[in-house]
Each structure stands twice: as C-alpha cells, then as structure tokens.
T-cell receptor, first 111, second 115 residues
Framework: QQQVKQSPQSLIVQKGGISIINCAYE??????FPWYQQFPGKGPALLIA?????SEKKEGRFTISFNKSAKQFSLHIMDSQPGDSATYFC??????????FGTGTRLQVFP | DTGVSQNPRHKITKRGQNVTFRCDPI?????LYWYRQTLGQGPEFLTY????????KSRLLSDRFSAERPKGSFSTLEIQRTEQGDSAMYLC???FGTGNWGEQFFGPGTRLTVL
C-alpha cells in the first residue's frame, strides 16, 4: 500500500515532442505528489508538485495531471529539449512527509 | 552555496569497516531526511529528524545504521560493519515546515562502495 508505481521505465522522445510519465498509488492518505528530476551524479531536484485538491498544475513546460478517483498522476513535458534528458521520479507523501518514490523513468530527448 | 551539502562525495571501504557520512542542511531548515538510492531505483526513505529529534526510522535501517543530529543542525549517518549490500548512494534532504509536506531539497549524495 506504500508503493508508487511508475511507467514507463524509459522513454525516447524527439526534440519538440511531448514526454508523458505516469504514476499510480494505492494509499489514499497520500496528499502531496512531487516530481523530481535527477541528472547522473546529482541529487534529485524538485520540478513541480501538486496536492489532490486540484486536477492540474502547470509550471512553464511542465504540467502535472492528477486523477484522484483513479489514484493516478502524470507529468507532461511539452516541447521536450535535449537538456531535459534525465531520470524523472514521481513521489508521494502523507502524514509524516517522508517521500515514497517511484522507480524512475529515464528520458532521452534526441535533437 | 546555500544548498544541502554532503561529505564525503565518495567513499570506498572494505567489508566490515565502519563509515560515517555528514550532511549539512540548508540553514534554518528544521527537518532533515536520509534516503538511500541503489542503481536504477528511486530513493528509499531511511530516517527523519525534526530539529534534534529522530521521529521516524525505516525498517531498512538495521541496527548497524545509526543517525544523529545533535544540535538540530548537521547530521551524521554511521554504518557499522559494512556489507557489500550497503553499496549505494546515500542522499540527505532538508525542508522547513511545521505541518506536512515541506518541500525537500536534496544534497548531491555520498556514493558508498563496499569492497
């Protein structure tokens, strides 16, 4: 019940395309859903986060869509750029704010 | 640089040795977290401090692991009698908050290799 399931494991997108990464959770006590970006050899960096009282949040080229009834949320990267090539992690927390991370999606954006 | 810092960045040790890592959080952040990340996986929660109090420990944190945050500022994570399975990236994060879900800022991590 503590798991966060993330897909796909890897994603290849052409420059300018849309990258979509999906996550699903089971624990209805989760109330905070961040997405992190991680480059090789670096720690994760927060990209964007959402709470379940809204269905969508947009920051620049990054959008989170949240479906509370389905217990799913997704990250959309519009106009994907080679600099977006990284590993993306969804996460969830509730109650104590320790983060439960998904297994990651390795995104490669080709020019 | 006012971000989370971790030292050392890399540590190679022999099985059975003890190692200690240090984390300096962002100034004035009252919460500090330790996570462990193995290759190809997401970070896994290990333990969490609010000020100097250790509030939660994961079952992943065996009795060979101990963490402290003596004055509510920096924290240390010690692993005794290291095993090859301890090889991983150890990440520290900090946040400021009094309720739930303060934004967590991660450090660059300490990569541990146990030979």
């Amino acid at each position: 019940q503590q798991q966060v399931k993330q897909s796909p494991q890897s994603l290849i997108v052409q420059k300018g395309g849309i990258s979509i990464i999906n996550c699903a959770y089971e624990n209805t006590a989760f109330d905070y859903f961040p997405w992190y970006q991680q480059f090789p050899g670096k720690g994760p960096a927060l990209l964007i986060a959402i709470r379940p009282d809204v269905s969508e949040k947009k920051e620049g080229r990054f959008t989170i869509s949240f479906n509370k009834s389905a217990k799913q949320f997704s990250l959309h990267i519009m106009d994907s750029q080679p600099g977006d090539s990284a590993t993306y992690f969804c996460a969830a927390s509730g109650g104590t704010d320790k983060l439960i991370f998904g297994t990651g999606t390795r995104l490669q954006v080709f020019p | 640089d006012t971000g989370v810092s971790q030292n050392p960045r890399h540590k190679i040790t022999k099985r059975g040795q003890n190692v200690t890592f240090r984390c300096d959080p962002i100034s004035e952040h009252n919460r500090l977290y330790w996570y462990r990340q193995t290759l190809g996986q997401g970070p896994e929660f290990l333990t969490y401090f609010q000020n100097e109090a250790q509030l939660e420990k994961s079952r992943l944190l065996s009795d060979r692991f101990s963490a402290e945050r003596p004055k509510g500022s920096f924290s240390t994570l010690e692993i005794q009698r290291t095993e090859q399975g301890d090889s991983a990236m150890y990440l520290c994060a900090s946040s400021f908050g009094t309720g739930n879900w303060g934004e967590q800022f991660f450090g660059p991590g300490t990569r541990l290799t146990v030979l």
